[in-house]
């Protein structure tokens, strides 16, 4: 049996997504979409959220809450040697990418919104003091994350200006996904599936009486979503 204990990530060819969370296990993965063979393209401890484009995985390695102890790695989707692009982080939990720059939220006391740019690896805070960020997605020039510290979902522009609290009164938000026109959250102990319009307007609920809704991702027609206390896979549509 697999150690699936990361996040997933999909590209035109294949499913990518990261295993294990204890000090000496884990690594990121790959899988062709059709099924077959399990690639291992890094082994890596506590490694978390992963994110791909057309060159390149990257992902975080928590190291629980150690501070300090986190990091920002890639390796090629091909594969070959593996790069920490950033070390000194604490708790990074949630990571999405655009065409030019990686950001992650650092969940639990760190507290921070950060984003390197691709090219060079020079990093810039955009926020700093949130209630325990925990995951992240980027909507064209915006950036959606939620707090799971004060049950918010939240937008703030990729140059980290504008922030702006678009959801409350979440039980714990567990994970979002993204489009042009709404945010896509899971609530995870208030067994929900909500959508956040992203320039203004009430959420609405999609799912209700979910068992530990956990992972999102959404395609151009339906929301699907993990359900943790079933052990299922749901859709809606979106």
């Known amino acids: 049996a697999r150690d699936y204990q990361g996040t997933i990530a999909v590209d035109a060819t294949q499913v990518y997504w990261t295993e294990g969370s204890g000090p000496t296990i884990g690594g990121v993965f790959a899988v062709s979409r059709g099924g077959g063979s399990v690639t291992t393209l890094a082994q890596s401890a506590s490694a978390k959220s992963v994110a ?130 709404n945010a896509y959250v899971t609530d995870n102990y208030g067994g929900t599936v909500v959508k956040v319009p992203l320039l203004g307007g009430s959420a609405t609920t999609i799912a209700a009486g979910l068992a530990g809704p956990s992972g999102i991702a959404i395609d151009a027609t339906h929301v699907y979503w993990t359900e943790a206390g079933s052990g299922t896979i749901k859709r809606a549509p979106k």
């Open 52 to 181: 791909v484009d057309a060159s390149y995985v990257y992902w975080v390695t928590v190291h629980g809450q150690i501070p300090g102890a986190g990091t920002v790695m890639r390796v090629p989707r091909t594969g070959g040697a593996a790069t920490t692009l950033v070390t000194g982080e604490t708790s990074p939990v949630g990571l999405a990418l655009d065409n030019a720059r990686a950001y992650w939220v650092g969940g639990n006391q760190a507290g921070v919104v950060k984003t390197l740019r691709k090219t060079d690896s020079s990093v810039m805070t955009l926020l700093a003091n949130e209630a325990e960020p925990y995951q992240i997605a980027v909507a064209q020039n915006r950036l959606v994350f939620i707090n799971q510290g004060d049950g918010t979902v939240r937008t703030v522009r990729t140059d980290g200006t504008g922030e702006t609290v678009r959801a409350s009164g979440l039980q714990r938000p567990y994970d979002v996904a993204a489009d042009a026109v």
